[in-house]
Nanobody, 124 residues
Framework: QVQLVESGGGLVQAGDSLRLSCAASGGFFNRYAMGWFRQAPGKEREFVAAINWSGRSTYYTDSVKGRFTISRDSAKNQMYLQMNSLKPEDTGIYYC?????????????????WGQGTQVTVSS
């Protein structure tokens, strides 16, 4: 059973940077596609970014392209989301997710494992 734990959230000002981490355990990390999702109050969970099992392919939602970078360190069973030039609309709970697939899912239904989330708040 894969277990995921996010960290690195916090309260920042617009224009600042944050790096989120996701620690994975209990599964074959190298075989899983990984993703980041976020959920703002009163809104549905939305896709942010995904990275395939090898780390060679990534995919981002349009609103974060050029500002966020997803990466993974298979030796450490870690995934990261570097977030630069943060905006108030980036505020939400950020969730790490894992999928036993060679594809790059961009919907919540494509992932079978989830972390508990970490809060990111960007003030204007």
């Amino acid at each position: 059973q894969v277990q995921l734990v996010e960290s690195g959230g916090g309260l920042v000002q617009a224009g600042d940077s944050l790096r989120l981490s996701c620690a994975a355990s209990g599964g074959f990390f190298n075989r899983y596609a990984m993703g980041w999702f976020r959920q703002a109050p009163g809104k549905e969970r939305e896709f942010v970014a995904a990275i395939n099992w090898s780390g060679r392919s990534t995919y981002y939602t349009d609103s974060v392209k050029g500002r966020f970078t997803i990466s993974r360190d298979s030796a450490k069973n870690q995934m990261y989301l570097q977030m630069n030039s943060l905006k108030p609309e980036d505020t939400g709970i950020y969730y790490c997710a894992a999928a036993n697939t060679f594809l790059l899912p961009s919907t919540p239904g494509g992932y079978g494992y989830w972390g508990q989330g970490t809060q990111v708040t960007v003030s204007s």
